[in-house]
């Protein structure tokens, strides 16, 4: 099961929306956004600036990003920057004892402490500083047409100064499989696994109404379980059942159930929610042992036919390494009969038959009671 692009822009955009990240920029084929705090501790991995952050209580500045869903039409929209020389506002003072085209200068082989005979004279001191006959800092001759860099530590070692700074957005390509992708199904995983929500409500807006009395709510409680059945081939299924808290009446397809209904995580106005009367580790067990029958029910040939099939396999590798184990060397045949251990569990582990379940995620949802559930 795959994503295509639209798919993985709307998945992105509703997490960017509950996140409460800015967006700066929208486009068919690309989103640049201000990532939320939340969603910046999120996707950048970084420990430390929010180990300050909490230190301090600074207010944090969260980074920009581009999540790019057609890099095709992305890249004929913002084509790349041409490099053409040295960028504008970057001195190209050369460093010392070089010119600027990086051959030795005219100082080089002169004895320390002394300028070559072709030095202009020194500046008057009487001079005021940083006017037009200020003096040059030793060591650092200014380019042509450049003022002087002053003693700087990238002009000295590096000869030249950077004067204008452009900041850095990270562009990621979101298609399926890809590492941000994968960071943003991840935060889903871990935020979404348990919910709290309740169906809406507005109170009617008639004078007499507003006295009528509150409505009440039960409570369901709801399961997302994913059911693997596996051998040397794998089936995936998933099941959404609920149970509600004040009956035990359990419920499938729940989450159909549950979706042309408007959820809010407050309680509504006016609303009051029925004491439950099963604990929720009874509720898990129910929803358990009714997995446990649904899955009772189904036709199992499947890990009958993977029964033979392992079955055959370990006759195979036991053929051929007993026959090997004859023939071998004393020296080698603890080496092979390791390989032999090994081959024999992985036999084990990719044909057995075998049922996994687990749970994804769950919730509690609390909706109108049966006398008084919304049309």
């Known amino acids: ?70 890099p095709d039409v992305y890249r004929e929209l913002h084509p790349e920057p041409r490099q053409a020389g040295p960028q504008a506002g970057v001195s190209t003072a050369a460093p010392p004892g070089m010119t600027a085209a990086g051959q030795p200068g005219p100082s080089q082989g002169t004895a320390p402490g ?41 002009g ?27 960071q943003i199904f991840a935060a889903v995983r871990a935020k979404g696994r348990f919910v709290r929500l309740f169906e809406a409500y507005t109170p009617p807006s008639s004078q007499a109404a507003q006295h009528a009395q509150t409505v009440p709510y039960e ?47 407050r309680l509504p106005a006016r609303v009051y929610v029925i004491p439950d009367k099963l604990t929720l580790p009874r509720a898990v067990l129910f929803l358990e042992q009714h997995m446990e ?11 009958m036919h993977a029964n033979i099939r392992l079955g055959e396999e370990q006759s195979r590798v036991r053929d051929y390494y007993e026959a090997l184990l004859r023939s071998a060397e004393p ?8 390989q032999y251990e090994r081959r024999t569990q992985e036999v084990e582990w990719q044909y057995r038959p075998r049922i996994q379940i687990s749970a994804i995620n769950c919730g509690l949802f609390h909706i109108p009671a049966s006398n008084g559930r919304l049309s």
């Open 331 to 338: 020296d080698v045949r603890a080496e092979i009969d390791s």
């Open 219 to 265: 409570t369901w409680l709801a399961v997302n379980y994913k059911v693997e059945l596996t051998c040397d081939m794998k089936r995936s299924e998933f099941h959404s059942i609920g149970i509600q808290l004040q009956t035990g009446e359990i419920r499938e397809q729940f989450q159909e159930w549950m979706a042309p209904r408007k959820l809010t995580p």
């Open 293 to 303: 029958q649904k899955l009772a029910g189904y036709d199992h040939q499947w890990a």
């Open 156 to 182: 000295r070692y590096f000869g030249f100064v950077p004067t204008t700074y452009t900041a850095r957005v990270p562009r990621d390509e979101m298609t399926y499989g890809s590492r941000r992708l994968e």
């Open 1 to 70: 099961m795959s994503m295509d692009s639209v798919q993985i822009r709307s998945f992105v955009l509703r997490y960017l929306e509950a996140e409460e990240c800015d967006i700066i920029e929208k486009h068919p084929a690309y989103v640049t956004v201000k990532l939320s705090p939340s969603a910046d501790r999120d996707l950048t991995h970084r420990p430390y600036y929010w180990s300050f952050v909490e230190r301090t209580g600074v207010t944090p500045e969260t980074m920009t990003c581009t999540f790019i869903f057609d």
């Open 114 to 154: 002394t300028l070559p005979a072709s030095s202009s004279p020194a500046p008057d001191s009487s001079t005021a500083p940083g006017t037009a006959g200020s003096s040059v800092t030793p060591g650092m001759p200014p380019a042509a047409g450049q003022p002087p860099q002053g003693d700087s530590i990238l």
